[in-house]
């Protein structure tokens, strides 16, 4: 098993760059026991905190009675998405930012293809609800290497949140007054304890 205040660092080095999409490089996913580059469910597990494992998807269904689960977009929570097209195992993204009420960003790995090969991470990738309840039951995500939001409309489940199954929020409000999953993780890594 890998040393956890490693995994916390790796992906912290998330944190020291200014570009709209972030890899690792190899040698960190190596020291990580990672060879052909980070899958989204192993990548989430260690950003987020949250100890689900298995194909994205089953995260949803593992969370009841573990973890929290709603419709409201919240740093630190991971959005999980289901089954879709060529995305057979779902998809597992970790909010980064609350922008607006539909609008979020988040920190992902194995999404976009990024200088022709999988298994990269992307840091602050925009993600919109476009559902029509406003429920983030359906979102379109920004792709870095086309540059555009793009056409598909992928349907997720909703967010697990790291806290006890009792404290989900079930309304989107202002989050960005909690401290950011990033700071918290560099915070941890530098011994700090705000």
Same mark, same amino acid.
């Given at each position: 098993?890998? /040393?956890?205040?490693? +995994?916390?660092?790796? +992906?912290?080095?998330?944190?020291?760059?200014?570009?709209?999409?972030?890899?690792?490089? @190899?040698?960190? @996913? /190596?020291?990580?026991?990672?060879?052909?580059?980070?899958?989204? +469910?192993?990548? +989430?597990?260690?950003?987020?905190?949250?100890?689900?494992?298995?194909?994205?998807?089953?995260?949803?269904?593992?969370? *009841?009675?573990?973890?929290?689960?709603?419709? &409201? %977009?919240?740093?630190? &929570?991971?959005?999980?998405?289901?089954?879709?097209?060529?995305?057979?195992?779902?998809?597992?993204?970790?909010?980064?930012?609350?922008?607006?009420?539909?609008?979020?960003?988040?920190?992902?790995?194995?999404?976009?293809?990024?200088?022709?090969?999988?298994?990269?991470?992307?840091?602050?990738?925009?993600? *919109?609800?476009?559902?029509?309840?406003?429920?983030?039951?359906?979102?379109? *995500?920004?792709?870095? %290497?086309?540059?555009?939001?793009?056409?598909?409309?992928? %349907?997720?489940?909703?967010?697990?949140?790291?806290? @006890?199954?009792?404290?989900? %929020?079930?309304?989107?409000? @202002?989050?960005?007054?909690?401290?950011?999953?990033?700071?918290?993780?560099?915070?941890?890594?530098?011994?700090?304890?705000?």
């Amino acid at each position: 098993m890998a /040393n956890p205040l490693k +995994a916390i660092a790796a +992906a912290a080095l998330i944190v020291g760059t200014s570009l709209a999409a972030t890899t690792f490089t @190899a040698g960190v @996913a /190596n020291a990580e026991g990672v060879s052909n580059g980070w899958q989204c +469910a192993q990548f +989430a597990r260690l950003f987020s905190g949250i100890q689900i494992f298995g194909d994205a998807y089953t995260w949803w269904r593992q969370a *009841v009675g573990k973890y929290a689960r709603g419709s &409201a %977009p919240e740093v630190g &929570a991971v959005l999980v998405f289901k089954p879709h097209g060529g995305m057979k195992l779902g998809h597992v993204a970790v909010v980064s930012q609350v922008v607006t009420d539909r609008v979020i960003q988040v920190t992902h790995a194995n999404w976009s293809r990024i200088d022709g090969s999988r298994g990269q991470v992307e840091k602050d990738v925009t993600v *919109v609800d476009v559902s029509s309840s406003g429920d983030w039951s359906e979102v379109k *995500v920004w792709n870095n %290497p086309t540059s555009d939001l793009g056409t598909t409309i992928y %349907p997720t489940f909703g967010f697990v949140y790291k806290g @006890a199954q009792q404290s989900a %929020p079930n309304t989107a409000t @202002a989050k960005n007054d909690s401290p950011d999953a990033i700071s918290r993780l560099l915070s941890v890594v530098s011994g700090d304890n705000h």
